[in-house]
């Protein structure tokens, strides 16, 4: 009889202990009340944010407070009662006007897929970043020239309903998998753990914020590295020595021009040779700006046009689509820029260009004499010189890119570059 107690005794207390561990989490007040809002409630007035994405929000270490969010099925998402279940929770914020955080949509759902069982991984839809009205990272109208091609021109929602609208569109456009929930109508989450376009958290299952990223999953932070450490697993994608190799840059276009007020964009393409990852730094050699213009890099992220230099990381075999963003004022003018790309392992793989930008009536008359022999004169419906090749990509003369899917040219007449298997043809469309 004492035996077979012993046994059962046994039994019960092996049993408990192959069982994970249950810790409560200690969890802060809740942001947020527990009810859905309506559709119909307005959006909070939304504050600009200038500053660092690195700095804002809670650190690494602290304990949680509680929130509750809910999804577009009507779903939800209760912090603490999430936690519960034992495991820890991966939260990247994001919105459908952040081509950032489209971008990083397949490295998420590799997450996802990677550490099944031993994560939960879920999408916070906040402020839209780069929406057709003021962005509030930049204090004016940056819509990025991705989601011009893409067609993600959508204002900043006014209501909760039109924010749960814009998620939706999100979901469908990058086959979102992940459960996806939506910042409150105030933007409770977004002022706490933000303000920021695409940060990252993961909560432990005490409440404690083991894991943050300014920007998610962006050199140098390696977001597979630091999953792979709380989990005491091996993913097999974290690369914590990349090897490193050179860059070529092939600029599209050096000189923009278009009407006052506009954004005038410049392109230049850098390409990592297959060697390893790239790590470039980009600087302002010389600025000569006519008054009230400005200028401001957008890389892998868009920048403020206070950064005079940002380094940058491309994956070997890899394009990156950087611009120089020319602010022209409501005055015409024109500005010109000199910029430098440097390898920062190895000093003799560099490059430099001056970049223009005129809203002038006259525009850039030398260069277009200059360039007029070069000019290729087509009808619009007209098709391109078999030649050329196929087609990449199109901008118009502004530098602002354009759809080319379906291989169909503008239907407008004007000037267009048009870049063809790596090569720039510069065409006079006529009607």
Request: glycine fraction near 8%; charge should be negative.
């Amino acid at each position: 009889m004492k035996t077979t107690r012993f046994c059962s005794l046994f039994v019960l207390f092996f049993s408990l202990a192959m069982q994970p561990l249950q810790v409560k989490a200690q969890l802060g007040p809740s942001l947020t009340s527990p009810g859905a809002p309506q559709a119909s409630d307005p959006i909070c007035t939304i504050p600009l944010y200038l500053g660092s994405f690195y700095t804002t929000g809670p650190a690494v270490g602290s304990l949680s407070p509680d929130f509750t969010l809910h999804g577009l099925n009507g779903d939800s998402l209760h912090l603490a009662g999430l936690l519960a279940g034992g495991k820890p929770l991966l939260l990247v914020n994001g919105s459908l006007t952040c081509p950032v955080f489209r971008n990083k949509i397949p490295a998420l759902e590799q997450m996802a897929l990677a550490y099944a069982g031993l994560l939960e991984v879920a999408i916070v839809i906040t402020v839209e970043a780069h929406p057709t009205d003021v962005s509030p990272y930049f204090g004016y109208v940056n819509i990025t020239s991705q989601n011009q091609q893409e067609g993600i021109l959508y204002p900043q929602p006014l209501s909760y309903g039109d924010r749960a609208n814009l998620a939706q569109i999100a979901v469908n456009h990058s086959n979102i998998t992940v459960p996806v929930y939506l910042d409150r109508p105030c933007q409770e989450w977004w002022n706490y753990f933000g303000p920021a376009p695409n940060n990252a958290y993961v909560f432990l299952p005490n409440g404690q914020i083991a894991i943050k990223h300014g920007w998610f999953h962006r050199t140098p932070d390696q977001m597979f590295c630091d999953l792979d450490s709380i989990l005491n697993v091996s993913s097999g994608s974290c690369q914590a020595n990349p090897s490193f190799g050179n860059f070529r840059a092939e600029p599209l276009n050096l000189q923009s021009s278009g009407n006052p007020g506009d954004v005038l964009f410049n392109y230049i393409d850098l390409i990592a040779g297959p060697q390893g990852d790239a790590q470039v730094l980009i600087m302002k050699i010389e600025e000569q700006y006519g008054p009230g213009w400005e200028s401001a890099f957008c890389a892998d992220i868009c920048y403020s046009s206070v950064a005079d230099s940002i380094v940058v990381t491309i994956p070997a075999n890899d394009t990156m689509h950087f611009s120089l963003d020319f602010l022209s004022p409501a005055n015409p003018g024109s500005s010109t820029v000199k910029l430098g790309f440097r390898n920062q392992n190895n000093s003799q793989n560099k490059y430099s260009f001056v970049l223009e930008a005129s809203t002038l009536s006259s525009g850039f008359e030398q260069t277009k004499k200059e360039q007029r022999s070069s000019t290729y004169l087509l009808k619009i419906g007209q098709a391109l010189p078999e030649a050329w090749g196929k087609v990449q990509r199109m901008h118009s003369y502004d530098g602002r890119l354009l759809s080319t899917r379906g291989g169909e040219l503008p239907s407008t007449p004007g000037f267009y570059w048009v870049i063809c298997e790596g090569r720039p043809y510069r065409m006079l469309l006529l009607p």
